[in-house]
């Protein structure tokens, strides 16, 4: 079942902060999150597994919480880099299935 | 991490013909998975591709349509067959990183037009 993501879209100025949210009906044996910017492929951002751990990487970090079914994705003092859209992607039966994504731009 | 290419990177098709696209990694890998994407959209997994295993389709996806082939660890192909307006996309192969824990990784993508 595929996991809702929210907002759908957002626009920032540069140096503000941003949460994506994801959630799933399911339970979670982990959560992974991509970044995807227009034309490219998706990149890996990382992953998370069962055990409410918090990641970090570089000034973006992620919590799951596996009892609310619930991840999320901090963008802090964004950059320009940052824009591109947001999958996360969750996963069971040993396959990814991922979410509609969150479109992210970031204004100079 | 893994390197993934996809030949071709674009073609563009008449309708009722097929495209095979192929999907080459630079080492060995035992889950391969093919997507597919439509322009502004979330990714839509047709199939996982293991080695010496028969494919497995999601649901609304058949072999009959997309044919998928698997000879080796490094290697797969994904046919597209007897092709419609509607199956012009993006078609994404990806691998599963055989390193620590689940990292997913993805070719650069074969952008599909069919007229």
């Known amino acids: 079942q595929q996991p809702v993501q929210s907002p759908q879209a957002v626009i920032l100025r540069e140096g503000e902060d941003a949460v994506i949210n994801c959630s799933s009906s399911?339970?979670?044996?982990?959560v992974h999150w991509y970044r995807q910017k227009h034309g490219e492929a998706p990149v890996f951002l990382m992953i998370?597994?069962?055990?409410?751990e918090q990641k970090g990487h570089d000034k973006i970090s992620a919590s799951f919480n596996e009892k609310k079914q619930q991840s999320s994705l901090y963008l802090t003092a964004s950059q320009l880099s940052y824009s591109g859209t947001y999958f996360c992607?969750?996963?069971?039966?040993?396959?990814?299935?991922f979410g509609k994504g969150t479109r992210l731009h970031i204004l100079p | 991490s893994a390197v993934i290419s996809q030949k071709p990177s674009r073609d563009i098709c008449q309708r009722g013909t097929s495209l095979t696209i192929q999907c080459q990694v630079d080492s060995q890998v035992t889950m391969m998975f093919w997507y597919r994407q439509q322009p502004g959209q979330s990714l839509t997994l047709i199939a996982t591709a293991n080695q010496g295993s028969e494919a497995t389709y999601e649901s609304g996806f058949v072999i009959d349509k997309f044919p998928i082939s698997r000879p080796n660890l490094t290697f797969s192909t994904l046919t597209v067959s007897n092709m419609s307006p509607e199956d012009s996309s993006i078609y994404l192969c990806?691998?599963?990183?055989?390193?620590?824990?689940?990292?997913?990784?993805f070719g650069p993508g074969t952008r599909l037009t069919v007229t």
């Open positions: 990806s691998v599963v990183s055989q390193g620590a824990g689940y990292e997913q990784y």
């Open positions: 998370l597994l069962k055990g409410g």
């Open positions: 399911k339970a979670l044996y982990s």
């Open positions: 992607g969750t996963e069971a039966d040993d396959k990814i299935i």
